[in-house]
């Protein structure tokens, strides 16, 4: 029973995730000007080594989770301490190089040390379905959105009323400035990094249940992510999680009602004429480029 | 050997290297296979580097393009039984085609959107041949029928590694002369300074769609030599994964040089083959040697003989 309202929500319920993966990518770009194209492949590792405490490890689901998130923050950390930290004057295709090349040895890496074989996480909310009228709430799916809504109060929280946030503001509005207000520039860095990693390992941990864990299972939704960023303009926390949202829904009636395997491939081909049309996103303003 | 620049003959070296290692197995299959495969891959990675280092673009989706050509050669093969040289022709005048998809929209992109977009049609190109079964019997993929080029049908391998090292001579002659031609300096001054372009009379987005074209025809006809190679064309050989390699071939050995695009694919086919029998080995140690790269000789090794300066 395919009905309009159920589409847009279990959309919704994607799009949170979309809407995660979108964020991490434009808080990580705010701040340092770097897009990050491993963040799919960290996904994917924080995703394992829930998997790996979980399985191995034996430690409680939500302990693993959170221990794992942990690891996504260091993970995120250590990248831009040991690595963008060193090419954060070269050129930005050289910072595309890099983080192209952590996707890289990353997604080896975990080949090598969990194999190919697909593995599986289990739900975090295992209630029974709730019928209410015509739609049918997966208790999954509420916990999904209910996540991200936490994650983005939480974020506006940092970014408005803490210092850290202010000083992660300031480095995407004026580096030279912000340097000069005595913001430590690498450590408001290094801190934004973490939590662009974690929150794009919440996007992962969450995405395992509805798909199987492999080394690049993270691609389609890191590619998702960074359509939903560019839907949203790519500069804006709010245009972020709109993308994801919208992303979520268009994907799913173009999965029910066009075809499901085909949905990425039209995807991009919106992707294409939002680009084309709106550059700076749906939501843009038209940027004036000096010389 | 004063006749040659140095750059020169660090091309003319990685091409004997490779010329002579069939030759030094003694003309086994495998070891021929292993050439000829190099020489194609070669070929797509000095394509992108018409896009990447000449053009100052970027492209993290090449796989797609190499997708289209060896598609079209092996459905032409397999349907009306052409001749290979119609198959190169058609599948670099699909993948041109192709490539205004991209290359359009690439006239108001840069940087990171424009790595997202190619990336985006790398996957989309591979889910259609995935997915379009009717075209292309999907996961099974295709088959081509005997290769045949004027009239005589390639029947040894030794016959196709011959066949692409003719075809990947001509490439590299005409990447390695393109910056000394008018087209060349058009991107070179794109790639520099879109704004002083225009104002020299250069129209930027003919000259940028234009590198897109002929990078995606290159690709495209490597891509159908592909074919002809392996007799057989599947997804899985399109994947991020694939358009990702050449990426890398073209950032290790050093961008906008020639003999160093070559010589990273030597290397980079090289690590492939060496670490293929461990899962995940050979990605691992082309993402250390990206990232090694990038933080310590970002000219690529093409610095080892232009003193590490990294000049364009």
Same mark, same amino acid.
């Given at each position: ?211 199987? *864990? ?54 991009? @081909? ?22 | ?82 001749? *290979? ?40 190109? @591979? ?55 008018? *087209? ?20 930027? @987005? ?49 961008? @906008? ?56």
């Amino acid at each position: 029973m395919e009905i309009l309202p159920q589409i847009v929500l279990s959309g919704l319920a994607q799009g949170s995730l979309y809407a995660l993966a979108a964020l991490g990518i434009v808080l990580i770009f705010n701040a340092g000007g770097v897009v990050n194209f491993a963040q799919g492949a960290m996904a994917v590792v924080t995703a394992y080594v829930t998997w790996a405490l979980l399985n191995g490890a034996h430690v409680p689901y939500p302990l693993a989770v959170a221990l794992a998130l942990c690891a996504a923050f260091a993970l995120g950390m250590a990248t831009e301490m040991l690595v963008l930290r060193r090419v954060a004057d070269a050129q930005p295709l050289t910072q595309i190089v890099v983080t192209l090349g952590l996707l890289m040895l990353l997604t080896g890496l975990v080949g090598m040390i969990f194999g190919h074989d697909p593995r599986s996480l289990p739900e975090l909310v295992t209630l029974p379905s709730v019928a209410l009228g015509p739609v049918i709430l997966v208790p999954s799916d509420v916990f999904d959105v209910a996540v991200l809504i936490v994650l983005v109060v939480g974020l506006m929280v940092l970014l408005r009323k803490t210092k850290l946030g202010l000083g992660m503001r300031a480095l995407g509005q004026d580096l030279f400035a912000a340097r000069l207000a005595g913001i430590s520039l690498t450590r408001v860095l290094s801190l934004t990094w973490g939590i662009g990693v974690a929150l794009a390992g919440t996007a992962g941990i969450l995405a395992v249940p509805n798909t199987t *864990l492999t080394p690049t299972t993270m691609d389609t939704l890191v590619i998702y992510g960074f359509v939903a960023a560019v839907f949203g303009g790519f500069g804006t926390v709010s245009g972020a999680i709109v993308g994801g949202l919208l992303l979520g829904v268009v994907d799913n009636l173009i999965k029910t009602y066009l075809s499901p395997e085909l949905s990425l491939s039209v995807v991009f @081909a919106l992707l294409l004429l939002a680009l084309y049309l709106r550059p700076n996103g749906l939501f843009g303003r038209a940027v004036v480029r000096k010389v | 050997m004063l006749l040659f620049a140095r750059s020169e003959r660090a091309a003319l070296l990685t091409l004997a290297l490779v010329v002579a290692f069939p030759i030094a197995c003694g003309f086994r299959t495998y070891p021929l296979f292993i050439a000829t495969q190099f020489a194609v891959f070669a070929m797509v990675a000095l394509s992108l580097d018409v896009l990447m280092g000449r053009s100052g673009q970027i492209s993290l989706g090449h796989a797609g393009f190499f997708a289209l050509g060896a598609y079209a050669a092996a459905i032409l093969s397999v349907r009306y039984d052409v001749d *290979l040289l119609v198959g190169v022709i058609a599948g670099a005048a699909l993948a041109a085609l192709g490539s205004l998809i991209v290359g359009l929209p690439a006239t108001r992109l840069s940087g990171h959107y424009l790595g997202i977009v190619t990336l985006g049609f790398g996957v989309a190109v @591979a889910q259609i041949a995935l997915k379009w079964t009717a075209l292309t019997n999907g996961d099974e993929g295709v088959h081509t029928h005997a290769i045949h080029l004027a009239g005589t049908v390639l029947s040894s391998p030794l016959h196709v590694y011959a066949v692409v090292f003719v075809a990947l001579g001509a490439v590299t002659a005409f990447v390695a002369r393109l910056p000394r031609t008018r *087209l060349g300096r058009a991107f070179g001054a794109v790639r520099d300074s879109e704004i002083a372009a225009a104002a020299m009379g250069i129209s930027v @987005a003919r000259t940028k769609v234009l590198a897109f074209v002929i990078s995606a025809a290159i690709a495209g006809g490597a891509g159908a030599l592909y074919a002809a190679l392996t007799g057989f064309v599947a997804p899985e050989d399109f994947g991020i994964g694939q358009s990702l390699l050449f990426f890398a071939m073209v950032v290790v050995g050093g961008t @906008a040089s020639t003999a160093g695009t070559l010589l990273g694919a030597l290397v980079l086919e090289g690590v492939s083959q060496a670490a293929a029998t461990v899962g995940g080995l050979s990605l691992t140690l082309i993402g250390a040697a990206i990232v090694g790269v990038a933080l310590f000789r970002p000219a690529g090794l093409k610095s080892l003989w232009r003193g590490g300066e990294g000049s364009r």
